[in-house]
């Protein structure tokens, strides 16, 4: 049995539109990876990427787990926009990837094989 977990890069991300941005993730999970994003998901963008893997849930993908951590410092165009974007996200397929523990600098997760 192979796992693959992809480390995507803050420039990969940042070179896409929201939208773009949204389905290149939603499109790698639902062929099964795993993924961790260097630079995390705002608030918003979670609840769209959420919002998008409800159309598409059915017998042959059962859906995302997703778990951030916040950024605690802000920089000054946060602070202004009032958008607080997470440090890291990690985004997988539901039935592959079950979330242990976290909180506010551990993410703890078991990535779960097909047997």
Request: no cysteine; aromatic share 6%; glycine share 8%.
């Amino acid at each position: 049995m192979e796992i693959k977990v992809n480390f995507i890069s803050q420039e990969k991300l940042n070179g896409l539109g929201e939208q773009e941005k949204l389905k290149f993730i939603l499109e790698e999970v639902r062929k099964g990876q795993i993924l961790v994003l260097e630079q995390g998901l705002t608030a918003e963008e979670q609840a769209k990427l959420i919002e998008m893997t409800m159309e598409k849930v059915n017998e042959k993908f059962s859906g995302i787990e997703m778990e951030s951590y916040m950024s605690e410092k802000q920089n000054f165009w946060g602070r202004l926009l009032g958008k607080k974007r997470a440090r890291m996200t990690i985004v997988g397929p539901a039935d592959k990837i079950k979330t242990v523990y976290r909180d506010k600098d551990v993410i703890k997760a078991v990535i779960v094989g097909k047997r």
